[in-house]
Antibody, heavy 123, light 109 residues
């Protein structure tokens, strides 16, 4: 069974930095692209970032580009999100999400989600 | 940026009735649309991809249709466990700028 467990969410001041982690199990991690998706309190879903199977390609939403960095360690079955220059509008539940993937290419839709980790940006 | 607009925002339906949820794209997304279900306090679940293909384990009462700028999710006979928020998502852009709709809440009438 696929399991994705996020960690690292805390309360941080505006302008601060944070690194989220996601531990993956139950599937061959290095066969799949991975995403981060966030959900602000009481709001809808917002895609944040995508990384391909070997980390050679990364993509970001305009709202986080230049501030966030997605990475992965396939030897540790782990996904990361380095978040810098945090703003109040980054406050959200952050989900680690598995791409359904077809061969070496992402499918760009998401077939397994973690329970999320909460990031609060507040002074 | 592609904007995905879902309607209605809230749909009140009685158990056993049919529910039709719409998703309109600001430009053509071909059939590159997925649908997700989210229940309170839970992570989303993939229902439909490529506009009309049911994901593994999804009951046949869920069906997707459409292409271009208009897609529809139909739940043929609502069960108690289907009351939730539903999101559409497009994946037609290159480079990827994946976009979700604002969601439709299906509530008990």
């Amino acid at each position: 069974e696929v399991e994705l467990v996020e960690s690292g969410g805390v309360v941080v001041q505006p302008g601060g930095s944070l690194r989220l982690s996601c531990a993956a199990s139950g599937f061959t991690f290095d066969n799949y692209a991975m995403h981060w998706v966030r959900q602000a309190p009481g709001k809808g879903l917002e895609w944040v970032s995508l990384i391909n199977w070997d980390g050679s390609d990364t993509y970001y939403s305009d709202s986080v580009k230049g501030r966030f960095t997605i990475s992965r360690d396939n030897s540790q079955n782990s996904l990361y999100l380095q978040m810098n220059s945090l703003r109040a509008e980054d406050t959200a539940l952050y989900y680690c999400v598995k791409d359904k993937s077809i061969g070496d290419d992402p499918s760009y839709y998401m077939d397994a989600w973690g329970k999320g980790t909460t990031v609060t940006v507040s002074s | 940026e592609i904007v995905m607009t879902q309607s209605p925002a809230t749909l009140s339906v009685s158990p056993g009735e049919r529910a039709t949820l719409s998703c309109r794209a600001s430009q053509s997304v071909r059939n590159s649309v997925a649908w997700y279900q989210q229940k309170p306090g839970q992570a989303p679940r993939l229902l439909i991809y490529d506009a009309s293909t049911r994901a593994a384990g999804i009951p046949a009462r869920f069906s997707g249709s459409g292409s271009g700028t208009e897609c529809t999710l139909t739940i043929s006979s609502l069960q108690s466990e289907d009351f939730a928020v539903y999101y559409c998502q497009e994946y037609n852009n290159w480079p990827p700028r994946l976009t979700f709709g604002g969601g439709t809440k299906v509530e008990i009438k």
